[in-house]
């Protein structure tokens, strides 16, 4: 069993920077896959980015892609997502989830772990 534990989200203005944490207990971390999706008022969840279980693979959605950068430190069981020059279209709750398979994959139903998701929201 993993738990997982998002930190960082908060109120930021449009242009701005925020940099997410999701700690993972358990000694296996670093053998997951990671990833992150976040959920808007009044819409689905979605994917935001996935990252391998070394650090060396990354996924990103279209809407993130060069603002948005995720890493890992399977030293610390943590994973870290950096948001820039966010737009008020990035407000929502954000998930981390983990995968126990080592193949990444931007699809929900294939994480067995979720946090309870910390609230970013810009303001424009």
């Known amino acids: 069993q993993v738990q997982l534990v998002e930190s960082g989200g908060g109120l930021v203005q449009a242009g701005g920077s925020l940099r997410l944490s999701c700690v993972a207990s358990g000694r296996t971390f670093s053998t997951y896959v990671m990833g992150w999706f976040r959920q808007a008022p009044g819409k689905e969840r979605e994917f935001v980015a996935t990252?391998?279980?070394?650090?060396?693979?990354?996924l990103y959605a279209d809407s993130v892609k060069g603002r948005f950068t995720i890493s890992r430190d399977n030293t610390k069981n943590t994973m870290y997502l950096q948001l820039t020059n966010l737009k008020s279209e990035d407000t929502a709750v954000y998930y981390c989830?983990?995968?126990?398979?080592?193949?990444?994959?931007?699809?929900?139903?294939?994480?067995?772990?979720w946090g309870q998701g910390t609230q970013v929201t810009v303001s424009s």
């Open positions: 989830a983990a995968r126990r398979r080592r193949d990444i994959t931007i699809l929900q139903r294939n994480y067995e772990y």
């Open positions: 990252i391998n279980w070394s650090g060396d693979s990354t």
